[in-house]
């Protein structure tokens, strides 16, 4: 079971990309989905993140640029960037979180390879 992550690549400061997350598990509705993000030397930091239900959270320096979105007839999460800056730089992750259920079982969280991003100034 795998999430799959694409859409990096180098873009020039002020344009867009979009990263798409594929997820072959089963359950993908019911996972909450999150984009996270490691740049050089420093730690993993939560992007945005999108529940079952379809509620979004980002991280305030992202907020009104990005914007995180699912497909769940596709098992697919997107993340739209605009307005990238150099310090959006940094390789990004996807992850899946199952909650516990009776259908699914005990909860589960898995985290995909990550795509590169790099913003040019």
């Known amino acids: 079971v795998q999430l799959q992550a694409c859409g990096g690549g180098l873009v020039q400061a002020g344009g867009s990309l979009r990263l798409s997350c594929v997820d072959s598990?089963?359950?993908?509705?019911?996972?909450?989905m999150g984009w996270y993000r490691q740049a050089p030397g420093k730690q993993r930091e939560l992007v945005a993140r999108?529940?079952?239900?379809?509620?979004?959270d980002y991280a305030d320096s992202v907020k009104g640029r990005f914007t995180i979105s699912r497909d769940n007839a596709k098992n697919t999460v997107y993340l739209q960037m605009n307005s990238l800056k150099p310090e959006d730089t940094a390789v990004y992750y996807c992850?899946?979180?199952?909650?516990?259920?009776?259908?699914?079982?005990?909860?589960?969280?898995?985290w995909g390879q990550g795509t590169l991003v790099t913003v040019s100034s």
């Open positions: 992850k899946a979180d199952r909650p516990p259920s009776v259908v699914a079982g005990p909860g589960l969280s898995r």
């Open positions: 999108i529940t079952d239900s379809g509620s979004t």
């Open positions: 598990g089963s359950f993908f509705s019911i996972n909450a």
